[in-house]
Nanobody, 122 residues
Framework: QVQVEESGGGLVQPGESLRLSCTAS????????MAWFRQAPGKEREFVAR????????NLSDSVKGRFTISRDAAKNTAYLHMDSLEPEDTAVYYC???????????????WGQGTQVTVSS
């Protein structure tokens, strides 16, 4: 079993920054890729970013490139999503996902966290 837990969400104003954390526990040797998805009200869950175990492979969605970065501490089985220049359109529940070879789709990941709310509003 693998457990995934996010933290760090909250309410911020436009232009501010926030860092989300995601920690995996349990059978973490089965995890190679960790990723972030988000789901806004009334919309489908969408890919935001993913990172390989050693950080050698990083992908970001076009909507967050230049504003968000993803990093990982493999020793701590923790991934981080650094979000700068936040916009109201970034408001969503952010989910962390983990799997051996996760891709860009929701169905590529078996292990999910419960999600953390990020609200960007003045």
């Amino acid at each position: 079993q693998v457990q995934v837990e996010e933290s760090g969400g909250g309410l911020v104003q436009p232009g501010e920054s926030l860092r989300l954390s995601c920690t995996a526990s349990g059978r973490t040797f089965v995890i190679f890729t960790m990723a972030w998805f988000r789901q806004a009200p009334g919309k489908e869950r969408e890919f935001v970013a993913r990172i390989s175990r050693g950080g050698g492979t990083v992908n970001l969605s076009d909507s967050v490139k230049g504003r968000f970065t993803i990093s990982r501490d493999a020793a701590k089985n923790t991934a981080y999503l650094h979000m700068d220049s936040l916009e109201p359109e970034d408001t969503a529940v952010y989910y962390c996902a983990a799997d051996w070879r996760g891709g860009f789709r929701v169905e590529d990941y078996q292990h999910w966290g419960q999600g953390t709310q990020v609200t960007v509003s003045s």
